[in-house]
């Protein structure tokens, strides 16, 4: 039970990290979100708890074909507030848009097997 809480003391505290930096400088901060940090701390978990190297490359495959679908939020968001749409609902179409393409995406990924 430690283990798990200080894996999740950790993965949050980056997450708490980049919305703190991106209050002074937003650039910045989503510079920081971008980057694959929870991927790469879920490879690392899943390495100590399995150290199995396969699971490993399954996981960072999958996690390749799952960003895919979820980068139009990225662009969809901004556009919608910039046409003056509120930021919730504008985060709710992202969201919307997003769990459509991960459907789409899983189905392609599922029939061409490769998760």
Do not use: C
């Not at 399995?50 to 980068?71: C, K, M, N, R």
Request: proline share 6%.
């Amino acid at each position: 039970m430690l283990y798990l809480a200080i894996k999740a003391g950790i993965s949050g505290i980056l997450v708490a990290l980049a919305s703190e930096v991106a209050r002074r400088y937003p650039g910045f901060g989503g510079m920081i979100a971008s980057l694959p940090l929870v991927s790469i701390l879920a490879m690392i978990w899943l390495y100590r708890d399995t150290g199995d190297p396969v699971a490993i490359a399954q996981h960072a495959t999958a996690t390749f074909w799952y960003v895919l679908p979820s980068l139009p939020m990225f662009l969809l968001v901004p556009l919608l507030i910039n046409k003056g749409l509120g930021f919730w609902p504008a985060l709710a179409a992202g969201s919307v848009v997003t769990v459509l393409l991960y459907v789409v995406m899983n189905r392609v990924l599922m029939h061409f097997q490769i998760v």
